[in-house]
């Protein structure tokens, strides 16, 4: 049985619809990513797989459940961006009292010692910086052994060591068989942990499939020199299907199969026309690149 099934999933607000005829599935065992732009749909989506608000369509199901079933409480853990703990409850109390709830929890001195909050067991929460807030709310999300979690935007604020500590905790919860349900950001994240990855925009799915599906093998090449080159001529030298572009100003990119005859051709146009082709690298394409791709560089608000 998939830990989550989301089918023609409809979520309004008045007259804006969230979530468009929204379908997916996220296994056991596995992390599957949801990203998006700001105003996606990804907030509304996990909120109602977690029971905290109702559909308008379609239907969900969550280890077999409705999401609104109290039978589910004890089974799923919930990381939240903030709130959910008292001002003045100090962190390892507040993750004691987490653990009582549950049967059989992850001692929470563990816990505290594996994300670094040792040191700042009896600190009042609201004393806490916001990335050790952040780990405390992973910590309680984890602590009741969880069959499935929905993490969202798990190491924001966090520092380079307290984001792998996250990293290495999150693939020993999928080894061990949980279902993990991620939002995130970060794409280098998405890309590390994600067995699947959705991308909605707009209520809807763009894509959907592992990180090296969606990226696919596709390499890019890129150099650096003089701005302004005029890349016309490049162009009609490149085979077909090739694309050349320069963004940011000195930075150029070449798209298209690379191959020995792409890197001469480009290297020799260089030549011809006296640039010192710098920082020339072959690379493949990112999910940060696909991201862009399907759902546009413009800013949201």
């Known amino acids: 049985m998939s830990a989550v099934v989301i089918d023609a999933?409809?979520?309004?607000?008045?007259?804006t619809t969230a979530v468009?005829?929204?379908?997916?599935?996220?296994?056991?065992?596995?992390v599957t990513a949801l990203l998006g732009p700001n105003g996606a749909g990804k907030t509304t989506t996990i909120e109602i797989c977690e029971g905290f608000r109702r559909a308008d369509g379609g239907t969900v199901r969550v280890l077999?459940?409705?999401?609104?079933d109290r039978n589910?409480?004890?089974?799923?853990?919930?990381?939240?961006?903030?709130?959910?703990?008292?001002?003045?409850?100090?962190?390892?109390e507040f993750l004691r009292l987490v653990a009582s709830f549950y049967a059989d929890p992850v001692a929470p001195g563990v816990l505290l010692e594996r994300l670094g909050l040792t040191e700042h067991a009896a600190t009042p929460y609201k004393r806490l910086s916001g990335g050790q807030?952040?780990?405390l709310s992973l910590a309680t999300a984890v602590v009741g052994r969880p069959e499935l979690v929905f993490l969202d935007e798990p190491t924001a604020g966090l520092d380079p060591q307290a984001r792998h500590a996250t990293w290495e905790l999150i693939e020993e919860l999928r080894a061990g068989g949980v279902a993990i349900v991620l939002t995130t950001h970060y794409m280098d994240e998405a890309e590390r942990l994600a067995d699947r990855v959705v991308v909605i925009d707009g209520g809807r799915m763009v894509a959907e499939g592992t990180p090296a599906e969606l990226t696919g093998a596709e390499r890019q090449l890129r150099f650096r020199a003089r701005p302004g080159l005029g890349l016309e001529e490049l162009l009609s030298a490149l085979p077909a299907g090739s694309a050349a572009k320069e963004s940011p100003s000195g930075h150029y990119l070449i798209e298209g199969e690379v191959r020995p005859e792409l890197l001469a051709t480009v290297t020799a146009w260089c030549a011809s026309h006296g640039v010192l082709a710098e920082d020339l690298r072959i690379e493949r394409?990112?999910?940060?690149?696909v991201f862009l791709e399907l759902t546009g560089r413009e800013l949201r608000s």
């Open 72 to 92: 589910l409480r004890a089974r799923i853990g919930v990381m939240l961006q903030s709130g959910g703990v008292p001002t003045t409850a100090r962190a390892g």
């Open 133 to 135: 807030q952040q780990r």
């Open 20 to 30: 468009d005829g929204l379908s997916l599935t996220a296994e056991r065992g596995q």
């Open 285 to 289: 394409r990112t999910l940060e690149d």
């Open 9 to 15: 999933l409809v979520k309004r607000y008045g007259a």
């Open 64 to 68: 077999g459940l409705d999401p609104g």
